[in-house]
């Protein structure tokens, strides 16, 4: 855990990467219809999918391996079943099969909130696949009894399983919904602005989110015996201070500039250290640049580099995506009974 770096700070690659180190193809991102679309190759990648073979292993497999208890637990995950297929564990191929239909064609119906019937029969949904990062591994999903239990929805179990020490799990990891990550509306309550469920989103949500769920946190058995908790904030604003193109051979390098205040002006503490003030990720083709920084974007960096194939995305800290060391965790996987919440937006 000390060692956990080069995170990223798309979700498709950056919510795995928390649980085992390894980031999903670019190409998930930029199709979405192809999300958990389960590979047949070596390396489960197939059709421009992420859905990682049984042997790559991650932080849950640890834990059970050293006979620690972990869930997660997925805001708004089965509020309409029509789009999530289930209440548990839910993923595309999945809730493709429960409806009876091709698990081969399925579509990540997540992507973007729904909204609540006018009769209230359907409550709004804001879970996105994306941000669930234990459906991306069949180490996981291919014993669904086992992913249904440790994969739940957030508001239907976790008050309850922190009403005890013995039903609170070493490792509680949070995923809010769409709307209390800030990922949807612009938090001002403006007609229009906010989030298909009427709430307003922004930092309003996430404000509001963490007022509800942290003191339920602190007041657990299991938290005050010997809890830690672990808030990583991720929708910053990512193209805030611009980036600078240079070319190195064929690639083209795009540090992104991002300040500290971009993300709620977040300090180091003894609990949570910086990554390196700049990092590059992996390069990519340059046809992929248009599905990450806009075709305006990409058309005038190409003319401007126009012996450029590769790019390669970099950026320098700002606090999102941060790496986080949580001493508690990694007592957890040595041997003692610290329990952590993790919280994450």
Known sequence: MPALGGLTALSIRGYPIFESGNACLIAARLNGAKLLKAGTDANGHAGGGCVYPARVKTLANQLDNAKFAWKGYM???GNDLNRDGTKTCSFPTRTAKLA??????AVDGTQSASAGSASGDVIADAYATRHNPFVYFHSIIDDIEYCDQHVVNLDANLE??????????????????????????????????????????GLTSIDAFLKKWIPIIQASPAYQRDGLIVINFDESNASSGGYS???????????????????????????????????LMANYPISAAAGLLGSASASALTAAFPTATTFSLGMHYNGARRVVQTPGLCRDLTGSDDRSANVRD
């Not at 949807?184 to 989030?195: R, S, V």
């Open 75 to 77: 805001g708004d995950m």
């Open 160 to 201: 309850n399983d922190l009403k005890s020490i013995d039903t609170t799990p070493n490792l509680v990891f949070i995923t809010p919904n769409l709307c209390d990550d800030g990922h949807d509306g612009d938090g001002t309550g403006a007609a229009g602005k906010g989030c298909k469920s009427g709430a307003p989103g």
């Open 100 to 105: 009876g239909t091709d698990p081969a064609k």
């Open 245 to 279: 193109p240079s070319l190195n051979g064929t690639t083209l390098q795009l540090m992104i500039k991002l300040t500290g205040a971009s993300t709620a002006n977040q300090q180091s503490g003894p609990n949570v250290t910086r990554p390196e003030d700049e990092f």
